[in-house]
């Protein structure tokens, strides 16, 4: 898009022109694409339209100036008689004129208007014809016709010019009507009076006498424009006089020929110095152009500072968006969305309160709801984030903790949430933290509570008061330890912008922290109003609940209605909660129809009085071939690390009780629908499912499920070893029974022990551990099972492989079981006090087919396990034949693609400690110590492309050492090499040091040598596209001579590397994509199209193995978009022009605005909608090429107004 349109999209819509950026010629603007110069007069389309217009502003001022300089003559004494005649002979054309109209408007008419101003006014064919009947004023003289063809050539060559002129500037046909007036006369009289036709012709040429356009001149110039107006009517007035009274020699008449010249002289005067004062006027509004540019380049200066700031405030925004693996919105939104809308009218008695009232109005800075579960705090707190009454300007932060739901109980990821959507409404706080934020590592603050509140108090200091408000629900559910650091530090906040609602159950650790600020605690349970208002509240959603229940079971008769809800009023007088009221509805809901309506009165006389007694009146309804299966099921919700998928459950539960399970078909598994439809039936009121996960309706029932002694009201078949401990027991027994099953077992990949995927190739190693992770993965499971498609991977025998849709069913369960089991054996072995060895001698015992070395080795070569379960299994002893360092090595792996996967910085820098150690421990004649080295090094690699620090400087040092320690002969000793080929090509992007590029493509060279070292397949694929990567760097970046074979080099070196890799190695996309970069490169050099159609191809095949979201993917579609431009650059192909078009457009809603790749890929879509426009291709949802244009103006008529 060129600099015009653009400037024309930042100041308007599109379509609109600024008055002030497009010059107007004729009053006509020109094109924004045609250019300065190219500006031409255009007559006005409306001219033929035989209508007055009401005359515009800009054309006050010059009628006005021509007004007064006809005045100056009429009150001029020597001219008196000539003006009156003049004025009589032309208002009597005019008179005329609206007489043959015959009533149609002329826009005369008014005879309070001057007449300079009647003639300006009549539209466009009327004037005209008003100077043809003063040109015609003689045509019954004989000598008329002889000067008819001479008159009419000079008509016809200045009718166009002069009529489209008056049209646009209508003041000046003053002047054209006095020379209409006199032509015939003159013209008569030609041979006597050439000095007067010389005056009369000058006149006309110059009409309609308009110096620079219709501005409102300064005072100097205007008095010689008057004057040069006056002499031309003077000039115009004597030579009508002369024509009209002639003596015997025209040329001897009232004004002599020496005169005429003279006076004609006068006029070229007069038009001079109105000239030089317009130049001079002109340049002096040049120089304020030139002025008002330069203004308009800083702006746009400014404007460009503003993108790059606003670009870094949003990188930063960004980084305080909790990591999908910190934080699953879906669950959350599930769970928010789960918390029930309050009805119309309820919550009076907090709303109310004065307590309520002083926060609300700012004079308190904090308030502490406390309530007894099931009081409504939660309900009350989501309608607090909706208030029409609160000012828009007013920014709400939320969090609802929930306990056991992913990270949600987590202090800092509320408070990453927080900052997040404060920084998101206000914007221009996060200037105050840039500074601060930058010192810190990024992944750090999002771990650490102190530095998240040090930044969210750092940015509140610049906010407005009261102009924040935080909720934060269910303390009571947060993480104890980070509650207590959360509390500490927000007590102690005393910001005027930021107000605090928090709720709790009245639990002693959060209630001791305000023990000095009880003032700030309202007790929902204590307060007289607010437990009336509970009572009415609760009354009405009783009522409701109450007629739906009379509606359902046929209770029609009202007298009946009234003492059901007098005896359902005495059950929840003593126990007035939501939970309890909805337990005992849930309960009347599962009573069967009676026969005689009057039977409902002593059921209802029979509801349960307490909460407990509830639970336990529902649980006594469950069918006794259900108890089991329920009990089982809630021991395993209980116990569980996370709340487990409705398919998880289904295997657990199914698992552990069914005997002799040999396939997957023997679990007997039902649909999930089904299974849901279970759930519902027998234990609805103890379980809800949302976000497909499975969790406690309320806090409450774990309370009822783990009572005190003398508290338990739990039916006999559920309270029979039902212990926090037997939870635990229930779920790894899952867990190890699935382990155990030879379904599960059966597919195994090439590698299968911890010393093969050890000294395994990368690329070998990320296969397999890309293979466990498809198997988690319900479609892909499958695939790789039935197909085998991974040279690391073997087929399942025929008898083995269990069918498409139990795949579906068995396989989700995979990765909790075996990341979780032994987490469960550790609650276990601390609550019997027993050290590990023992423990695991009891297991073994206990389940004598589960095979430990599997479970070790999946544990340590899958990725699947996060840093919180690696943690514990650094406490165990080797289960299997394995050592314990060996384990760890191969974990550290793990945690690096976890990484890539995850984004969690935690688990690369546990993956670099946990290496330091186990190199630490490694003798230094230990043959393993080179690849451990080797395998910090890409760790290192992978820490520098992230974090500030100069950690590539640590993988080169790192790589040297296992170069050193490493025989010549090893295949190690290639792998060190690779390794330090990375880091020194990292540092010659960084410092275009000729000698580290040339040194690191001899290492690749060394590495690639076959004389040297037998190279794995998988080995020589990574290296070779290592080496492609090298050479290209070479070609581009090396400041020497560019090397032509270096480019060949690259592309060759990368189709080898694609055809070593296969096709579920996930590194394979990075293959093509390298290829398709430098052939990419070829093809902008050479033009040729066997060039760009290969481009094109590879990068068709890189788009099908990439991800589909994020910047590798992004890169590709900006890649393959470029690719297809140079192609209709080189053909004219619109096919190529609007797919192009397609591809830019799905990179720029692929990547996030603060990526570094943003500006190319908005670059480049601006570039190529340019030309589909042109071509006038349909560009569908491109239109966000120009937000983060759009946003900085946004920010700047925020700071704006923030400034005023």
């Not at 100036?65 to 001029?76: G, R």
């Not at 939501?578 to 005689?596: A, H």
């Not at 679990?667 to 759930?679: D, G, H």
């Not at 650059?1129 to 022009?1137: A, Q, T, W």
């Amino acid at each position: 898009m060129g600099f015009r349109r653009w400037r024309s999209r930042l100041k308007g819509k599109k379509g609109e022109s600024s008055s002030i950026d497009q010059p107007t010629v004729g009053g006509s603007s020109a094109s924004p694409d045609t250019g300065p110069g190219t500006e031409e007069v255009k007559p006005n389309p409306s001219a033929s339209v035989p209508e007055a217009k009401p005359e515009i502003e800009p054309l006050s001022e010059a009628r006005k100036i021509w007004e007064e300089a006809y005045n100056l003559v009429k009150n001029d004494e020597s001219l008196k008689s000539i003006v009156d005649e003049y004025e009589a002979e032309i208002i009597s054309e005019l008179q005329s004129l609206t007489a043959d109209h015959d009533g149609h408007r002329t826009g005369a008419t008014n005879t309070n208007t001057s007449l300079i101003g009647k003639i300006a006014n009549l539209d466009p064919e009327s004037r005209q014809n008003l100077m043809m009947r003063l040109v015609n004023k003689d045509g019954d003289r004989p000598d008329r016709f002889k000067t008819v063809s001479q008159i009419s050539t000079v008509l016809e060559s200045t009718k166009t010019t002069i009529s489209s002129a008056l049209d646009v500037y209508p003041p000046a046909s003053m002047a054209w009507a006095g020379v209409c007036l006199v032509l015939t006369p003159v013209f008569n009289h030609v041979k006597g009076l050439k000095e007067n036709w010389n005056g009369l012709t000058y006149i006309i040429s110059r009409l309609p006498w308009t110096p620079e356009g219709n501005q409102k001149f300064k005072v100097p110039i205007r008095k010689e424009i008057v004057n040069l107006y006056r002499l031309i009517i003077e000039y115009q007035m004597l030579t009508f006089r002369a024509c009209r009274h002639p003596s015997r020699d025209f040329a001897k008449n009232i004004v002599g020929l020496a005169e005429w010249t003279d006076r004609l002289q006068d006029i070229k005067s007069a038009e001079q110095q109105v000239n030089e004062l317009v130049r001079h006027n002109h340049m002096t509004q040049v120089l304020v152009n030139l002025d008002e540019a330069n203004k308009q380049s800083k702006s746009l200066q400014v404007l460009f500072e503003n993108r790059d700031r606003l670009s870094e405030q949003n990188k930063l925004i960004q980084e305080f968006k909790p990591n999908p693996n910190q934080h699953d919105y879906q669950a959350y939104g599930a769970y928010f969305n789960h918390i029930v809308t309050p009805l119309e009218g309820t919550n009076y008695g907090v709303r109310n309160h004065p307590r309520f009232k002083r926060w609300e109005s700012g004079e308190d800075r904090l308030l502490l709801l406390v309530g007894n579960p099931g009081t409504g705090k939660s309900v009350f707190t989501k309608s607090l984030l909706k208030d029409p009454s609160r000012p828009d300007s007013t920014t709400v932060c939320s969090f609802f903790f929930k306990d056991k739901s992913g990270q949600q109980n987590n202090a800092n990821v509320a408070l990453c949430k927080i900052l997040y959507e404060l920084f998101l409404a206000q914007g221009d706080l996060v200037a105050g933290v840039q500074e601060m934020v930058k010192r810190w590592d990024k992944d750090d603050i999002r771990w650490n509570l102190d530095k998240l509140w040090d930044v969210f108090e750092r940015a509140t200091q610049g906010a407005a008061r009261d102009s924040i408000i935080v909720l934060l629900d269910a303390l009571d559910e947060a993480d104890p330890e980070q509650r207590t650091k959360l509390l500490e530090r927000l007590r102690q906040s005393s910001s005027p912008s930021v107000k605090f609602l928090l709720t709790t159950r009245p639990i002693q650790p959060v209630l001791s922290i305000f023990e000095q600020r009880k003032e700030a605690i309202l007790d929902l349970n204590d307060d007289p109003k607010c437990n009336q208002s509970l009572d009415d509240d609760i009354a009405k959603v009783a009522d409701s609940r109450l007629e739906r229940i009379c509606q359902d079971k046929l209770i029609e008769q009202e007298n009946l209605k009234a003492e059901l809800r007098d005896q359902l009023e005495q059950h929840i007088r003593d126990n007035h909660t939501y939970l309890f009221v909805g337990l005992l509805f849930d309960y009347l809901d599962k009573q069967p129809m009676q026969r005689l309506p009057t039977k409902w009165i002593e059921t209802f006389k029979s509801l349960p009085t307490t909460v407990s007694d509830a639970y336990r009146a529902l649980l006594d309804n469950i069918r006794k071939e259900d108890q089991s299966d329920v009990k089982t099921m809630l021991q395993i919700v209980l116990a569980a690390q996370r709340p487990l998928t409705v398919r998880e459950m289904n295997v657990a539960l199914n698992i552990s009780t069914i005997d002799g399970i040999h396939s997957a078909e023997d679990m007997q598994l039902i649909s999930v629908e089904k299974f849901k439809r279970w759930i519902f039936q027998t234990c609805h009121f103890f379980l809800v499912i949302y976000d497909n996960r499975i969790h406690f309706i309320h806090q409450t029932v774990r309370d009822y499920l783990l009572p005190n002694q003398q508290e338990d009201k739990r039916p006999e078949w559920l309270a029979d070893d039902f212990s926090e401990e037997s939870c635990h027991q229930a779920i790894m027994k899952s867990c190890i029974q699935y382990i155990s099953a030879p379904f599960v077992q059966a597919p195994r990949t090439t590698v299968n022990s911890l010393e093969q995927f050890f000294n395994a190739p990368l690329y070998t190693q990320l296969e397999c551990q890309q293979w466990f992770y498809d198997l988690t993965q319900p479609r892909a499971a499958s695939t790789i099972i039935e197909h085998g498609e991974s040279p690391s991977v073997t087929k399942i025998e025929d008898s083995l492989r269990p069918s498409e849709e139990t795949l579906r069913e068995t396989h989700e369960f995979y990765e909790y079981a075996f990341t979780q089991w032994f987490v469960h054996l550790d609650f276990i072995r601390k609550h019997e006090k027993k050290k590990w060895p023992e423990i695991l001698e009891d297991i073994q015992k206990q389940y004598v087919s589960m095979s430990f070395d599997l479970a070790e080795f999946i544990f340590c070569c899958s990725s699947l396990p996060s840093k919180k379960e690696v943690e514990v299994f650094t406490t165990m002893p080797s289960m299997g034949a394995g050592d314990r360092d060996l384990a760890l090595s191969c974990l550290t792996q793990g945690l690096v693609t976890r990484y890539h996967r995850t984004s969690l910085m935690s688990e690369l820098c546990y993956a670099i400690d946990l290496a330091k150690e186990v190199i630490g421990r490694t003798d230094t004649n230990d043959q393993r110590l080179g690849r451990r080295l080797v395998d910090i090094s890409r760790a290192y690699m992978q820490r520098d492309m992230e974090s500030s620090g100069d950690y590539a400087q640590l993988a080169l040092e790192t790589a040297v050492r296992a170069i050193e320690v490493t025989s010549p002969d090893h295949v190690d000793r290639s792998r060190a090499l690779k390794a330090r080929s990375n880091a020194l090509s990292v540092r010659f992007l960084n410092k275009k040091d000729d000698e580290d590029i040339n040194e690191a493509i001899s290492d690749m060279e060394s590495a690639l040598n076959p004389t040297l070292y037998s190279l794995d397949k998988q080995d020589e694929a990574l290296f070779l596209h290592d080496h492609a990567i090298y050479h290209g760097y070479r070609y581009l970046h090396s400041r020497a001579a560019r090397r032509d074979t270096d480019l060949d080099r690259a592309i060759t070196a990368a189709q080898q590397a694609v055809k070593g890799v296969s096709s579920r190695n996930p590194r394979r996309c990075n293959a093509l994509h390298t290829l398709g970069v430098w052939l990419g490169v070829r093809a902008r050099e050479t033009k040729k199209k066997e060039h760009v159609d290969q481009a094109i191809e590879v990068h068709r095949e890189a788009l099908k193995s990439t991800p589909p979201t994020g910047a590798d993917r992004a890169s590709v579609l900006r890649r393959l978009a470029s690719q297809l431009l140079l192609r209709y650059e080189l053909e004219g192909s619109k096919d190529d022009l609007q797919e192009a078009l397609g591809f830019a457009c799905q990179a720029i809603h692929t990547i996030q605005e603060y990526h570094n790749l943003y500006p190319q890929c908005l670059d480049l879509h601006a570039q190529i909608r340019e030309l589909a426009e042109s071509e006038n291709l349909q560009h569908g949802d491109c239109d966000v090429g120009y937000r983060s244009l759009t946003r900085c103006i946004h920010i700047q008529n925020i700071s704006s107004k923030s400034r005023q």
